[in-house]
C-alpha cells in the first residue's frame, strides 16, 4: 500500500521560509520521479516542481529562485524549501509520485497560507 503523508504547512508572513516534508512508503523510491503541485482556491492543480530519481529538478516559472525541492533516497522523502514566500503561494500542497513502472500516487495535502 503506497502512502505519501506530507507535514510542514503553516502560516507565515510575506518574505518568510516553510520546508514542507512528504514521507513515503510502499514504494521502490529509487524507481519513483517525486512533485510537489499546489492548488490554491478556484484555480487548476499547479505543478511546483519535480525531482528524477537521479535529481534532475525542474521548476513553475512562479516559483524559480525562490522553492528548491530535494530528495532523501535513504529516508524515501522529498522536501520542498520555499523562501520569500508571497501571498500567491497560499494553496493547498500535495506531494506527488510516479512510479516508472506506471503508477501515480497522491498525499493528502497541507496548507500553506502567507499572509500580506
Do not use: H
Amino acid at each position: 500500500q503506497v502512502q505519501l503523508v506530507e507535514s510542514g504547512g503553516g502560516l507565515v508572513q510575506a518574505g518568510g521560509s516553510l520546508r514542507l516534508s512528504c514521507a513515503t512508503s510502499g514504494i521502490i523510491f529509487s524507481m519513483t520521479a517525486m512533485g510537489w503541485y499546489r492548488q490554491a482556491p478556484g484555480k487548476q492543480l499547479e505543478r511546483v516542481a519535480r525531482i528524477t530519481s537521479g535529481g534532475t529538478t525542474n521548476y513553475a516559472d512562479s516559483v524559480k529562485g525562490r522553492f528548491t525541492i530535494s530528495r532523501d533516497n535513504a529516508k524515501n522523502a522529498v522536501y520542498l524549501q520555499m523562501n520569500s514566500l508571497k501571498p500567491e503561494d497560499t494553496a493547498v500542497y500535495y506531494c506527488n509520485a510516479e512510479r516508472y513502472t506506471g503508477g501515480v500516487y497522491w498525499g493528502q495535502g497541507t496548507q500553506v497560507t502567507v499572509s500580506s
